[in-house]
């Protein structure tokens, strides 16, 4: 039950991240785009001698600027930070970390399972570390005034994504480590899935071969 509601907890966090960041940018963006056409549109228009276009783009221009978005940027960067952090756990519970196991795979099934099971456990103990070196961190920086540029927030609940994330990576290798001792096997990630297609779904060369198909 609490690995269930950690995990979907865990991908709301990843999820609702990246889709902040993408509409903040968004958002950004247009507004940047929008101040200089306007901008652009109110010279046409007074090199032309259209006072009326000139007017409307200054009053457009006006309007837009009265909306402030330089903290985006650093909004967006913090959002990411935050979001990577809970990713690398994400991908150690589904494994879609990239590892080289050209050498590990020539070894004899007994001798693999000892390697394996040290580099996890060694992930784990690097992990917590940082998490701890993190914790502290932002203790100190907690008994601080330190703010972030734009945004001027507390600088210590920014670099909380650095022991919440590692100390929940560190969790997820002691349960990927506790899964292959007991069963021998790793979380596999299959590129070629896509979330919410059934595995039973006919390919196009099966719908061709039944000739459901034009």
């Known amino acids: ?116 099971l040290f580099a996890l456990l060694a992930g784990a103990l690097f992990t917590f570390i940082v998490g701890s070196l993190g914790a502290r961190f932002v203790w100190h920086i907690g008994h601080t005034d330190q703010v972030s540029a734009d945004l001027e927030a507390p600088m210590w609940l920014i670099y909380l994504a650095v022991p919440l994330g590692s100390y929940l990576m560190c969790f997820r290798f002691l349960q990927v480590a506790f899964s292959f001792w007991r069963t021998g096997e790793l979380p596999h990630h299959d590129h070629g899935h896509v979330e919410g297609i059934d595995d039973e779904t006919p390919t196009l060369p099966g719908i061709l071969e039944t000739g459901d198909a034009r």
């Open 1 to 116: 039950m609490f690995s269930r509601i950690l995990n979907r907890l865990e991908e709301i966090i990843i999820a609702s991240l990246m889709g902040a960041a993408t509409v903040v940018i968004f958002v950004a963006v247009v507004h940047r785009y929008s101040l200089s056409s306007a901008i652009d549109l109110a010279r046409w228009g007074k090199a032309h001698g259209m006072d009326w276009l000139f007017v409307s783009g200054r009053a457009v221009f006006n309007f837009l600027r009265g909306f402030n978005l330089t903290w985006a940027q650093e909004l967006c960067i913090y959002m990411f930070v935050w979001m990577a952090k809970f990713g690398a756990a994400y991908g150690v519970r589904t494994g879609i970390h990239v590892g080289v196991d050209v050498a590990v795979n020539r070894t004899s099934p007994a001798s693999r399972h000892m390697v394996v």
